[in-house]
């Protein structure tokens, strides 16, 4: 297994650059005075120590001759380590050595001063990730001065709020939607009423038609109440909160669908945990979220199929499993069934198998509660659909053994 390098931070190149800055600029500081040291001392040495230096008066020729003698001078005495090699070359060490003390010292504080200085980019960063479309409400409201980091959080607080806005357009628009559109429903049924209703014979055709229109109009009536049922998850609106089993909200939804399990021939088993799955939350949502991973799980199930039902306590949460058998699925397909209008295979709008909107209304109501949706295409053919609920830390209390005082 190689080495793992770290992370390449901002934090990282920052400490970098400062120590290659200042290693830098040290090094071109430790050579500068070794050439100012260098040249006093060759001065020296040419003109000799306390010499006052040649006559101006003197020829050329007799001053080009003193020089060569000192050179030769100067470098019989450094060929044989004298005093004037010792002192530079023990000052360069040393000198070496500060600069290296110095870098990682530079390096160190580097460190310090990068952090401190992307300290309000982290808090950004961590607020930034707490916040979701459940809670688009929350701001960053950094303090400090009016400075290039300040400037970002404002920009960040400013996509929130329109984030936000345009969020709750979004679910009014679907709830007022829904609910305007209801009246008209209403009227077309009553129209059908009563033109069925009349004394007169009714051609065949017209109760033919009619009885079309009904289920038409009660498909379309079933998409209205989806489409209120998901603005009021993702709203976060919970009616009716309380502690609830997931075991006693499953064993209801399958006796409502008795006659639907018993048409499709299917065999349903379901397997209770040993600690009861109790959850806190809106009950006709969690009846709803039930009720449509069942319903799903009988309507897109091949007639004589199986339907196996597991609820329970997985450490802190509480779970509901529902597998069905059937053909391999795609498990790409799969992970998109919980996005509104979303269907596998050829399956459209308009089928009698739903709309696509029963799989994104489970996974709404789970997010509005705390939980999470896993769909899952199993390997031998059918689907395994698991909702995870956090658990709710009242339970059912005990009944009382017989004898004992009230």
Do not use: C
Not at 310 to 333: K, S
């Amino acid at each position: 297994m190689g080495l793992r390098l770290p992370r390449r931070t901002v934090r990282l190149r920052l400490t970098a650059m400062y120590g290659a800055l200042f290693l830098f600029t040290g090094a071109l500081l430790l050579l500068i005075a070794d050439g100012l040291f260098v040249s006093e001392q060759s001065v020296a040495a040419i003109t000799g120590p306390g010499q006052p230096g040649l006559p101006v008066q003197q020829s050329a020729l007799a001053r080009a001759q003193a020089t060569i003698q000192q050179l030769r001078a100067e470098l019989a005495n450094q060929g044989n380590n004298g005093p004037g090699h010792v002192v530079p070359h023990q000052l360069v060490i040393a000198s070496v050595i500060a600069l290296g003390i110095m870098t990682a010292v530079a390096v160190v504080l580097g460190w310090l001063l990068a952090g401190r200085m992307l300290r309000p980019l982290r808090k950004m960063t961590a607020a930034t990730r707490r916040i979701s479309a459940d809670s688009l409400d929350e701001r960053l409201g950094m303090p400090g001065p009016s400075d290039e980091l300040k400037d970002l959080a404002d920009t960040i607080d400013g996509l929130l709020e329109r984030l936000e806005g345009a969020f709750a357009a979004q679910r009014r628009f679907a709830a007022n939607a829904s609910h305007e559109l209801r009246t008209p429903l209403t009227t077309m049924r009553a129209w059908l009423d009563v033109a069925v209703a009349k004394p007169e014979p009714v051609p065949p055709q017209t109760i033919a038609l009619a009885g079309r229109l009904r289920t038409e109009l009660d498909r379309v009536d079933g998409l209205l109440e989806g489409f209120l049922v998901l603005a009021r998850a993702q709203h976060g609106a919970l009616p009716g909160r309380g502690v609830f089993t997931l075991d006693d909200i499953a064993s209801a939804a399958l006796a409502a669908r008795a006659d639907g399990i018993a048409a499709r021939h299917l065999t349903v088993r379901q397997v209770t945990g040993s600690d009861a799955a109790w959850v806190e939350g809106s009950q006709p949502l969690l009846s709803r979220m039930v009720e449509n991973v069942l319903e799903n799980a009988i309507t897109h199930n091949t007639v004589g199929g199986w339907i196996h039902v597991a609820t329970g306590a997985d450490g802190p949460a509480a779970r509901i499993v529902v597998e069905t058998g059937g053909e391999v699925l795609d498990q790409r397909q799969v992970a998109e069934l919980a996005q509104p209008f979303r269907r596998l295979g050829a399956d459209r709008i308009g089928s009698d198998k739903g709309a696509g909107l029963g799989l994104s209304i489970v996974a709404a109501i789970a997010s509005a509660h705390g939980g999470t949706l896993g769909l899952q295409a199993r390997a031998e053919g059918g689907l395994r659909v698991s909702i995870g609920l956090p658990l709710a830390i009242r339970h059912s209390p005990r009944p009382l053994p017989e004898g004992a005082p009230a």
